[in-house]
């Protein structure tokens, strides 16, 4: 018998890169995974991913307008998650991702790391990802 940790992955969607971090729905502690750059194969990535650490579902960070409204931002990352759902079978839920990048930056210089895109994608994600998971506290899919 086998015991068997769900997982979910956050994502923070950009157009050159995507941040992606994981939690078990146990602990619920998200942390920073990794970055992956975009490409043709970034569906196929995220999908491989997705199995490798048995995932039961995703979470991807919603970008809006300060004013709540759309952005074209906003419908990129519905487009991409079109496509993500067609190529995965998992749920995926959207969560607001009002200033995480911004808070990722100002975490990191604190921290005095040096700006590095790749680490605050990646704890965007987390953010996101954390965010997530304290408004649905009953999240246990």
Not at 56 to 83: C, E, H, K, M, W
């Amino acid at each position: 018998m086998t015991n068997q940790i769900n997982k979910i992955i956050g994502l923070d969607v950009g157009d050159k890169r995507i941040g992606v971090a994981t939690a078990s729905l146990i602990a619920r502690l998200p942390q920073p995974h990794s970055v992956i750059n975009r490409s043709d194969q970034t569906i196929n990535d995220i999908n491989e991913l997705a199995i490798k650490l048995q995932a039961t579902a995703i979470v991807i960070g919603l970008p809006r307008g300060l004013d709540g409204q759309d952005t074209d931002q906003t419908s990129r990352v519905r487009n991409f998650t079109r496509q993500l759902s067609k190529a995965c079978n998992l749920p995926i839920h959207f969560q607001d991702e009002a200033l995480t990048s911004k808070k990722a930056e100002q975490e990191l210089n604190h921290r005095k790391v040096s700006y590095n895109k790749d680490a605050v994608d990646a704890l965007a994600a987390t953010y996101i990802l954390s965010d997530f998971l304290e408004e649905h506290a009953e999240f246990k899919e």
